[in-house]
């Protein structure tokens, strides 16, 4: 048997390193996942993710997560949190459960505090100056411009794969605002006797396509990751193309049950990929007719990561 780690943007490298050495040593998918994730959280350098989040159009930062473990099918997942550490780690802790497995705002947030889950005050000096400089100026933004998920999907030695997500979502969304990310089916998706997805891009584009889930089926139904990945997309490119004059920026990771993966995206769009015999890799992927091409990066610094 072998492991396998896929992440989205650069900001998941060193993510993908700590998932991958612990996967190494034997870890199951879903802890690796979680320290991964947790990694990119944790560090007020990326902007859409946890500390250092984007405000809302209110200044303050509401935090959506969700989990999947791939043999059981359960999840958990939390919408709009404020003022915890964590909300991978909330969101896997709801997925043990039969009932209750997707909570928002003040019901995610007591459930959180009720668990002893670590809480944290997500707004620094450079978000709240970035919110501050912008927040009048909405009708400008192209598309909430600046946001992007960190997705991770594992699969470890026993064959089980997990995916998982973390964002901040829209930059100046409207509070309460909820994107795809903690939706089953369309942020994240995992079946470990087929494979698993996970999106990031504008949720309310990812969300009409429940691109994770397609994904998912497409895999089910024979077609390679890279195949499943790049139709997922583009498809759902080109349908609200045709049907609403255009699409928003969507991007997508998948990962087969052995572990091989996949990318489909209608922008550049950097993702990382680390397994058995493969150390932690950037690679950056770009549309190509109806396909998605991609090549690994030589020069890590030439991609930027908000
Ligand atoms: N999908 C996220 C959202 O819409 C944002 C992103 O991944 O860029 O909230």
């Known amino acids: 048997m072998s492991w396998s780690v896929l992440s989205t943007w650069k900001m998941s490298l060193e993510g993908c390193r700590i998932a991958a050495q612990q996967l190494a040593k034997g870890?199951?998918?879903?802890?690796?996942?979680?320290?991964?994730?947790e990694n990119v959280e944790d560090n007020p350098k990326f902007c859409s993710v946890g500390f250092g989040g984007l405000p809302a159009r209110d200044g303050h930062v509401y935090l959506d997560g969700g989990f999947m473990d791939g043999d059981t099918l359960r999840f958990g997942a939390v919408g709009?949190?404020?003022?915890?550490r964590s909300p991978i780690r909330i969101a896997r802790s709801l997925s043990v459960y039969k009932f209750n497995n997707?909570?928002?705002?003040?019901?995610?947030?007591?459930?959180?505090?009720a668990h002893g889950f670590e809480a944290r005050d997500n707004r620094t000096s450079k978000s709240q100056a970035r919110w501050e400089a912008e927040k009048d100026h909405t009708q400008d933004l192209v598309s909430y411009d600046g946001h992007d998920t960190v997705c991770f999907l594992t699969r470890?030695?026993?064959?089980?794969?997990?995916?998982?997500?973390?964002?901040?979502?829209?930059?100046l969304k409207e509070p309460?605002?909820?994107?795809?990310?903690?939706?089953?089916?369309?942020g994240f998706y995992a079946d470990s006797e087929i494979g698993s997805a996970a999106a990031t891009g504008v949720g309310e584009e990812i969300m009409k396509g429940a691109l994770s889930h397609t994904a998912v089926l497409y895999m089910k139904a024979g077609f390679t990751a890279q195949q499943a990945a790049e139709r997922a997309?583009?498809?759902l490119d080109a349908a609200l193309t045709r049907r609403n004059g255009s699409c928003n920026a969507i991007s997508?990771?998948?990962?087969?049950?052995?572990?091989?993966?996949g990318v489909g995206t209608n922008i550049?769009?950097?993702?990382?990929?680390?397994?058995?015999?493969?150390?932690?890799?950037?690679?950056?992927?770009?549309?190509?007719?109806?396909?998605?091409?991609?090549?690994?990066?030589?020069?890590?610094?030439?991609?930027?990561q908000d």
């Open 27 to 37: 870890a199951t998918a879903a802890d690796a996942l979680v320290a991964g994730i």
């Open 252 to 261: 997508l990771i998948a990962m087969d049950r052995d572990g091989k993966f």
């Open 176 to 186: 309460g605002r909820v994107g795809d990310s903690p939706v089953i089916g369309s």
């Open 268 to 304: 550049v769009f950097p993702f990382v990929y680390a397994s058995d015999t493969q150390e932690p890799t950037l690679y950056l992927a770009q549309r190509d007719g109806m396909r998605t091409v991609y090549e690994a990066v030589t020069d890590i610094d030439s991609v930027v």
């Open 102 to 113: 997707f909570l928002v705002g003040q019901g995610a947030e007591a459930y959180a505090k």
């Open 80 to 84: 709009s949190i404020e003022g915890f």
């Open 233 to 235: 997309v583009l498809e």
């Open 156 to 171: 470890d030695d026993a064959g089980t794969s997990c995916a998982g997500v973390s964002t901040s979502g829209l930059f």
